[in-house]
């Protein structure tokens, strides 16, 4: 199996949310962040023969990225990478307990705000957010405008960046911690929406890709209002 550079991308992204991932039968990946405040799910080109664990993702991408035109074999106990000079590398699998592997239940979710995010939007944020050394994503909804706001709460001098969203009646504050903003570039409908779950709501944002099977669910900071 040879990788394609867009699962390459999206695992570089799941190896950023977490360093250890449960890949499944198929061509399904799905990785939750150790805190389990991230929560995300992707549909890529090629589809996986077995059930195994990488405990050191990035470990492995960097295993791939030096091998020349790889190709990956899966066997029982590891898999192998086949270079096209006749060099061979030998990674085993880690074991499954020691990977932090999602629920297969999804919570439902019960929305309280929508809004489309652009790649430049996303980038744009991010970028912002590491020059003025902002810590949190704010979408604000007030005298019937809605915003989203990067910024320093823990400071009232920070610099700031705003774009606004749309209009609303509803009055709120749903944060996010800029660390975990860890979306791919891409376009994006998102929902802040309380997530229902047997132990009650949480307030999260939901972003679905547009261009896309990916998916994000992020959990609320909880220092939000609404």
Not at 169 to 183: A, E, G, L, R, Y
Request: proline content about 4%.
């Amino acid at each position: 199996m040879k990788l394609s550079e867009d699962t390459v991308n999206v695992l570089k992204n799941f190896s950023g949310i977490n360093q250890s991932l449960q890949f499944k039968v198929g061509n399904t990946l799905k990785t939750i962040s150790p805190l389990k405040t991230i929560f995300v799910e992707a549909t890529v080109n090629e589809s996986f023969p077995q059930e195994f664990a990488i405990y050191d993702l990035n470990q492995l991408l960097s295993l791939i990225s030096v091998s020349q035109n790889p190709d990956i074999e899966f066997n029982e106990k590891s898999l192998t990478i086949r270079s096209e000079n006749g060099g061979e590398l030998e990674y085993f699998y880690a074991d499954e307990s020691l990977v932090t592997a999602p629920s297969e239940n999804a919570p439902s979710l019960e929305d309280i705000y929508t809004f489309k995010l652009t790649a430049g939007d996303i980038n744009t944020v991010i970028k912002t957010a590491s020059i003025v050394s902002a810590t949190m994503l704010n979408i604000i909804s007030e005298k019937g405008k809605v915003t989203l706001t990067v910024n320093d709460p823990k400071n009232s001098t920070s610099h700031s960046y705003k774009l606004p969203l749309g209009e609303n009646d509803q009055v709120f504050n749903v944060k996010m911690n800029i660390d975990s903003f860890k979306v791919v570039p891409d376009d994006y409908n998102v929902r802040v929406a309380h997530a229902v779950a047997k132990s009650g709501k949480v307030l999260v944002f939901f972003f679905e890709c547009l261009n896309r099977d990916l998916t994000y669910l992020i959990a609320a900071d909880t220092t939000s209002k609404v």
